[in-house]
């Protein structure tokens, strides 16, 4: 079974700063695909970014970036020039390649609160 | 293109009785997955379609059901309901399931038992 794990519950940033938001997994697989997925007060879960694993290099996606070790089981997202609009929960989710595969995992989340 | 629709958007339901939540996919996508939001327990996977039958089901009871139709369209019954199954019941598309595909989330229904 797979488990994701994100360490901060909630956090700040202030506005045009940098923020960066971790998340951690455990998983036996060696290839799987890793998301980032937004939800704003609306709740509308909005796809950030994702990474496949068997790349090395790291996603970005505008002011959105990851930081992927794949040793380390690491995923972590960095936000460059942060907008109120970024204001919303952040969910880590894992999901193995292949058939059979068909359920994200997710973390716990992350509240992130951009300050004007 | 249109998103991923779910209807209701909001409702409340009396103990013991039974919900029916619909989804419709975002246009071509064939597989359409079901997961449950609460504050205490996260998001969890309920169940996954593809081409009406049921792939894969999360560790629910039987009191959670699905079904999709031959247009992609899906519903999830709950049936004698409890007040543990306040939620936010969130449906997601992806054009065949297969992981690599991306999954698209609609804006969910919120449901409140009391």
């Keep these: 079974a797979q488990t994701v794990t994100q360490s901060q519950p909630e956090m700040s940033v202030q506005e045009a700063e940098t923020v960066t938001l971790s998340c951690t997994y455990d998983t036996s697989e060696n290839n799987y695909y890793l998301f980032w997925y937004k939800q704003p007060p609306s709740r509308q879960m909005i ?24 040793a380390a089981k690491s995923f972590s997202l960095k936000i460059s020039d942060s907008q109120l609009g970024d204001t919303a929960m952040y969910f880590c989710a894992f999901i193995p390649s292949g058939a059979g595969s068909y359920q994200l995992t997710f973390g716990k989340g992350t509240k992130l609160s951009v300050i004007p | 293109k249109a998103g991923v629709t779910q209807t209701p958007r909001y409702l409340i339901k009396t103990r013991g009785q039974q919900v029916t939540l619909s989804c419709s ?13 609460t504050p205490g327990q996260g998001l969890q996977f309920l169940f996954e379609y593809f081409s009406e039958t049921q ?32 939620a936010l019941y969130l449906c997601a598309s992806s054009l065949a399931g297969f992981s690599g595909n991306t999954i698209y989330f609609g804006e969910g229904s919120w449901l409140t038992v009391v």
């Design chain 1, 47 to 70: 796809l950030v970014i994702r990474q496949e694993a068997y790349k090395q290099q790291n996603a970005t996606e505008n002011r959105f970036s990851v930081n992927f070790q794949k």
């Design chain 2, 25 to 37: 996919p975002i246009s071509g996508h064939r597989s359409v997955s079901w997961y449950q939001q």
């Design chain 2, 55 to 86: 792939r894969n089901k999360g560790n629910f009871p039987g009191r959670f059901s699905g079904r999709q139709f031959s247009n992609s369209r899906s519903e999830m019954n709950v049936s004698t309901l409890e007040l543990g199954d306040s």
